[in-house]
């Protein structure tokens, strides 16, 4: 699936007009991209994003952030988490072990590239259970509830140690510029019911 080039603002909150789910940002040598969240997590999907502002899509589907749960029930706000990712251009492998080994060899060094920067957001919707974590602040937990979620391939043997390591420095990143506050997501307000200062209720 070729991803759709499209030229974003960093403040909104992106939406596909086709399907009615999230998409995410992405920017490479190629320029802006928008990808569904599914593709993302590696699951197959048959068109191509058509990115759209929230605001302009009728009953949205809202799924976890974290999880992908569906029908999220919150939204956090965090200062906005971008990633750099880096793709391999070389690896430099022992010959006694790659004679062994072969395609198992293990990497002597690895150099690597700048790939793109993956634009996270400032806003996360979250399912009542991933919230629950993150009002104890239980960052392991956080994890291991996404992770468990995951397609298997993700997860597969060292993959799941490299992953948890990723979420473990974007959730910390998440946790420690949290806003005051969450909003309560209601069909008319698809960003968050957000209370007012002098409201208590949390």
Request: net charge neutral.
């Amino acid at each position: 699936m070729t991803p759709t080039p499209h030229e974003p603002s960093p403040t909104e909150v992106m939406y596909c007009r086709c399907c009615r789910r999230a998409v995410n940002t992405r920017t490479g040598a190629a320029g802006v991209i928008y990808l569904h969240a599914a593709e993302v997590r590696g699951e197959p999907v048959n068109h191509r994003a058509d990115p759209v502002p929230i605001a302009d899509i009728d009953d949205p589907l809202i799924e976890c952030d974290f999880c992908s749960a569906p029908k999220a029930v919150w939204v956090y706000r965090c200062a906005d988490q971008r990633a750099d990712l880096h793709r391999v251009t070389a690896q430099v492998l022992d010959l006694r072990d790659y004679h062994h080994r072969h395609h198992a060899a293990r990497a002597r060094r690895v150099e690597t590239e700048y790939a793109l920067t993956q634009a996270v957001g400032e806003q996360w919707a979250t399912c009542a259970g991933c919230a629950d974590l993150i009002e104890a602040r239980d960052l392991y937990g956080l994890i291991r509830r996404v992770t468990e979620a995951l397609p298997t391939k993700l997860t597969r043997g060292k993959r799941l140690v490299r992953l948890r390591g990723e979420l473990h420095t974007l959730y910390t990143a998440v946790f420690d510029t949290l806003a005051p506050g969450r909003g309560r997501i209601e069909p008319d307000h698809p960003l968050g019911l957000w209370p007012s200062a002098t409201d208590g209720t949390p």
